[in-house]
């Protein structure tokens, strides 16, 4: 169903830009089917980037097809908000058109018709009757050259290069308009969206941003204030990654000097085979109780499923909860830190167990569970969770794509109550899909409890 809906929509969009894009802005002839040709083999590309990655076969292409898609929704997004001003500027020049009109056809109205002349008749090209020359350069009956070179009786032009009978513009003064409104919509939505990939490319491909956060737990024992955890999600590692991507999230990490490292799922976007050589950096996590990991949608989307990557994390030293949890002790404190499996595993028998992670706890007991989605505190609510650390979002990764994700999940980014459960989601480190990040730059959060 997804890659129908897909497949579909980019089919819409692409007749789209082709109706303004190049319909909109060319007349007929060879430059039109160039462009045509063009767009045709972006569609193309932008397919086999897909294909590709459902089967594990990314090719060079792949950034080629992956930037292209985030081009296309943003000239799709532009031309449709300056459908609104083109349709203003066109009612203006056509209403100017058409007072320009009125005048010259009023004058052509009032000039008085010629009188007749009598001239005594001449051979080999003299007047007729009524004034007018019966020969090839002579005039006709009513004074208009028969040779269609001079000016009709009611003033107008008959050659193409002037108004029609009536003091109308002709039909190619229509296509001209046309033209400039299309070639100045089209320059307009094509500088945006190109400045606008390039500027979330800078941000999606950099380093992400540490954001600070305290967060107050009613619960929480007074020697476990201060408690500092480093919390990243949405690394996705993948084909246009690298390992540079990995090095840099441990680096910036260990930077923080965190107790606790918390990478809140969709840490891949493949198998091991793969990728396992861009994670490897991960054994390098420093951090004074250990590094903790809870699987998220995208480790379900391979045949292996997650429990190869889990074991491969276990060896990199990275502690993955499977609906379990476990106890950090600090200053003579305890907290409990647990972790749930993410909703996509539902269907393989591998979805989260709450009961499981969260049932016969110590009452009096603070809490915090990482779940990669926002959507599942509603269940931590009822199991009295204090502090729920989720991904999953981006933020939105690309505008305005934040207003979609708010309809699904209850929180986009950032810190918010929900049910009487304090949740904080973090950006992610990484992207999905387009090497692009606009309004929503990478996160790694440093997250620190507060009494």
Known sequence: ???????????????????????????????????????????????????????????????????????????????????????????????????????????AETVPAAAPVTVPEQAGGGLSENGARSDEGGLSENGARPDGGGSPGNGARSDDGGPPEGGARPAAGEMSRRLFLGRATAAIAGVSAVGTVAYGMTSALGDPVIEPVEITLPKLDPRLNGLRFAVVSDIHLGPLTGIGHTERIVRMINGLEADVVAIVGDLVDGSVARLGRLARPLKDLESRYGAFFVTGNHEYFTPEGPQEWIEELDELGVRSLRNERVEIRHQGAVLDLAGVNDIGGASIGDGPDFDKALGGREEGRSTVLLAHQPIQVAEAARHGVDLQLSGHTHGGQIAPFNLVVGLQQPIVSGLATVDGVQVYVTRGAGFWGPPVRVGAPPEITLLELRS
């Open 1 to 107: 169903m997804f890659v129908l809906i897909f497949v579909g929509g980019v089919l819409l969009a692409h007749f789209y830009l082709w109706h303004r894009l190049v319909r909109g802005t060319t007349g007929p002839g060879r430059l039109r089917k160039a462009l045509t040709l063009v767009l045709a083999l972006l569609l193309a590309v932008l397919v086999a980037t897909f294909l590709g990655s459902r089967v594990g076969l990314d090719g060079w292409f792949a950034w080629g097809g992956y930037v292209w898609l985030a081009v296309m929704f943003y000239l799709v997004i532009i031309l449709a908000v300056l459908e609104i001003p083109r349709a203003v500027v066109g009612a203006v020049l056509r209403r100017r058109a058409r007072s320009e009109a009125r005048p010259r056809a009023a004058v």
